[in-house]
């Protein structure tokens, strides 16, 4: 069953180009919200555990980015103790890959309690999550085996994209040429996912040089933010070394402390327009003597000059800048990969 591969983890990291095709293809054809539903939401709000929970907040940058709705993100064991404010204008989404994590069930109990309209993305059909909800989306993620979610989280930013290009039409926030620029750059992420599983054994090198490390800590803004949230989480759960993700600027606030000499600090700076804030960030981490992991788009002087090590990300058109997902997911791909590899102790 796991045709070749040392585990399922690295299966299922392989098979993330034909999920998010099989995502892209069907995902949300199903949905029954109307334009007029749609357009007559206030808020919205994503509830979620672990790994899904951090696809909630790449949800959250994209909605408001592209359909300009405000989203909150709320961990589900939070959300059902919080008394949120929510009403029957409030859409409530629950993300889960099993669909039946329990905090996540208890949190749209109580959402469905205040009236509001209910909306599961799950991977596994008929789960418990998608009768305790008015609308369900499917990602097309096929059976996850291994615990540390790979393509069941990447199929569930695709259809955090796809949910926010129809709420962008509906509520009429993005123009039609800009989301076909979107739409076509979406389908070129397998693409993309396969050029950096292609560089597979390069990452696992680069990972030697780490393997000993006991801290791991991981850094970037906005989007490269909720991906090394995730690139933190996975590394504790698939490795049991220390891992930590800090929103880059909040470095000088207290965690700059914790970087000594050779602490390995990975770096995300795959959006253009925050690159030097994030380089000047990489440049302290080098001051104190740590050791800087690059990941980026295309070609960057800049994170060239300040990493010990880069990896370049395939670049989508700047006409199209909330495409940073693409980059998110090859970057989140890329992370996946580099865990197995510090795994090997
Ligand atoms: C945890 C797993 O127990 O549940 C995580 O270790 C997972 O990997 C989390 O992300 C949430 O699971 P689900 O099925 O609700 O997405």
Not at 12 to 29: N, Y
Not at 177 to 203: C, R, T
């Amino acid at each position: 069953e796991r045709e070749g591969y040392p585990h399922f983890m690295l299966k299922e990291i392989h098979e993330q180009p034909r999920a998010l095709q099989e995502t892209m293809g069907s995902s949300i054809s199903d949905l029954q919200l109307t334009p007029a539903q749609i357009r007559g939401f206030s808020k919205v709000v994503i509830t979620a555990c672990g790994t899904s929970y951090h696809a909630g907040l790449i949800g959250k940058y994209v909605l408001e980015r592209l359909a300009r709705v405000p989203v909150d993100v709320d961990v589900a064991s939070e959300f059902r103790y919080s008394d949120p404010l929510i009403d029957e204008n409030s859409l409530v989404i629950a993300m889960s890959q099993s669909g039946e994590t329990a905090d996540t069930l208890a949190a749209i109990k109580e959402a469905r309690k205040k009236g509001c309209r209910t909306l599961s993305i799950t991977n596994v059909v008929d789960s418990t999550i998608t009768r305790e909800t008015d609308d369900v989306i499917y990602t097309r993620a096929g059976t996850e085996i291994s615990i540390a979610a790979t393509k069941a989280y990447t199929t569930q930013v695709m259809v955090m994209y796809l949910l926010g290009m129809l709420f962008a039409r509906e509520r009429g926030w993005c123009s039609t040429d800009k989301l076909a620029v979107l739409e076509a750059v979406l389908y070129q992420v397998p693409d993309w996912i396969e050029e950096i599983l292609e560089q597979e054994n390069n990452i696992q090198e680069i990972a030697g040089h780490y393997h000993t490390c006991d801290d791991f800590f991981y850094l970037g803004r906005g989007l490269d933010w909720a991906v090394a949230l995730e690139g933190a989480l996975k590394l504790k759960e698939t490795s049991y070394v220390h891992a930590e993700a800090f929103a880059a600027g909040e470095l000088k606030h207290g965690p700059l402390a914790l970087i000594t000499e050779g602490v390995p600090v990975v770096a995300l700076a795959t959006q253009e327009d925050l690159m030097e804030k994030t380089v000047s960030n990489i440049r302290v981490v080098k001051a104190r003597g740590g050791s800087a992991i690059g990941i980026t788009v295309g070609q960057s002087d800049l994170v060239d000059e300040t990493c010990d090590y880069v990896f370049q990300l395939p670049k989508a058109p700047s006409v199209c800048e909330p495409a940073a997902v693409s980059g998110c997911s090859a970057a989140l791909c890329l992370l996946h990969i580099l865990c197995p590899g510090l795994r090997c102790r």
